[in-house]
């Protein structure tokens, strides 16, 4: 695509650059002599397209979302393992970034349920959530009640966050998951619009009530079953602390820690995943 355009350029350019003719042509006689012989030639910052653009370009479809490393994670099979998704809602705040920097140390992967005017106002954070590898889903604009909403305001809470979320990371969420695990038919209908699915969980840490390093690991570690799915919040400076010694606490009891898209594997816009009320997996 380049090939015949370059060396034409780079002359022009090296002519340019010197005013000394006989220098320029020695250069350009040494510049065809290296395309005939088949080497890469001069690093290319003459060409406005280098060749990595353009399989970058062409491969946007399948790397968007996967610039992040999570490729090159063996792959878990939740199926057989012991699963574990770590979730974290209201963020990202203030301690959101500690909590990152807790989850790299420990090459954890993690899934954050945003809120849209959180991301507006942590928009590198947010993007630091997505380039690390965790997942990120909606927790709507306002952190509102969506099962009190119309289906429109419904679908603003989610739509507007969700094209956000899209905006900063380049990555369009396909989960979101309802405040205060408040949804209903109408909800669940716009979600399906919307491509989203919905994650609830079947353990609380009660990390917004108890605000106790010790309490939030017990009662996680308590709650816990093969491929449970643990709600916390990553705006509690409490919780950002409990997250390092609960990591090493379920890793020694066999756990692997993984994103949600990893424990369900492809999910069912519309459709509810775990339920807080019966602390179940079941899917609805
Ligand atoms: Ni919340």
Not at 116 to 133: A, D, K, S
Not at 189 to 203: A, F, S
Not at 240 to 247: K, P, R, W
Not at 250 to 259: A, N, P
Request: aromatic share 4%; with cysteine; proline share 7%.
């Amino acid at each position: 695509m380049d090939g015949p355009g370059r060396p034409a350029e780079s002359r022009r350019r090296t002519n340019t650059l010197s005013g000394d003719s006989l220098h320029a042509r020695v250069l350009a006689a040494l510049l065809v002599m290296a395309l005939l012989g088949g080497l890469a030639g001069p690093p290319d910052h003459s060409s406005p397209i280098p060749p990595e653009a353009t399989v970058k370009q062409s491969s946007a479809r399948v790397t968007q979302g996967a610039t992040t490393p999570v490729t090159t994670q063996p792959r878990v099979d939740c199926r057989r393992e012991r699963c574990v998704a770590l979730t974290y809602d209201d963020g990202p705040g203030l301690p959101t970034p500690r909590l990152l920097d807790v989850l790299e140390r420990h090459r954890a992967r993690a899934t954050f349920f945003v809120v849209g005017e959180m991301v507006r106002m942590h928009p590198g954070t947010t993007r630091r959530i997505g380039r690390e590898g965790h997942a990120i889903g909606v927790h709507t604009w306002h952190h509102s009640d969506l099962s009190t909403l119309s289906a429109r305001k419904v679908r603003d809470q989610l739509s507007r966050t969700a094209e956000l979320i899209r905006r900063v990371t380049g990555t369009s969420p396909t989960l979101m998951r309802p405040p205060y695990g408040a949804s209903n038919r109408l909800v669940r209908r716009v979600e399906r619009q919307l491509g989203l699915t919905e994650i609830m969980w079947d353990v609380d840490t009660a990390d917004w009530l108890v605000r106790s390093p010790v309490s939030v690991r017990e009662r996680a570690l308590r709650g816990v079953r093969r491929n449970s799915v643990v709600l916390m919040h990553d705006i509690r400076p409490t919780t950002v602390d409990a997250t390092g010694s609960l990591i090493r606490a379920l890793r020694r009891r066999g756990f692997r820690l993984v994103t949600v898209p990893e424990l369900l594997g492809p999910t069912r816009p519309g459709h509810s995943y775990y339920d807080w009320r019966r602390r179940s997996q079941v899917v609805r």
